[in-house]
């Protein structure tokens, strides 16, 4: 099975005290529901920097929060698995499918 990555995207849906709450407790019944399949369950990311060859500047809204790693079949499996994590409340998710490299 591949490994493929599931990024958190900032969105501009801010959630209150208690949405936000309620959000960290759906994510972790999402997480529980992937059972084995979660080889890193969950790790977030705080301030980001986006850096180019025309200098850095502050992630805003296109950075990332977070991820979580999981084992699929294929792309189409870890897109079902994407789409019931409850982080889509609040932005956007990316999949991609992580390269082993050899080592």
Not at 41 to 59: L, Q
Request: glycine share 12%; with cysteine.
């Amino acid at each position: 099975m591949a490994q493929y990555i599931i990024m958190y995207l900032r969105g501009d849906r801010q959630p209150t005290p208690e949405s936000g709450q309620a959000g960290k407790e759906a994510w972790g019944k999402w997480v529980k529901s992937l059972g084995t399949a979660a080889v890193n369950p969950g790790t977030p990311m705080m301030h980001s920097m986006i850096v180019s060859p025309d200098g850095v500047i502050e992630a805003g809204n296109r950075g990332s929060t977070g991820f979580t790693i999981v084992e699929a079949l294929d792309m189409d499996a870890a897109i079902e698995m994407a789409k019931g994590c409850p982080y889509l409340e609040m932005g956007d998710l990316e999949v991609a499918q992580l390269m082993q490299m050899p080592g």
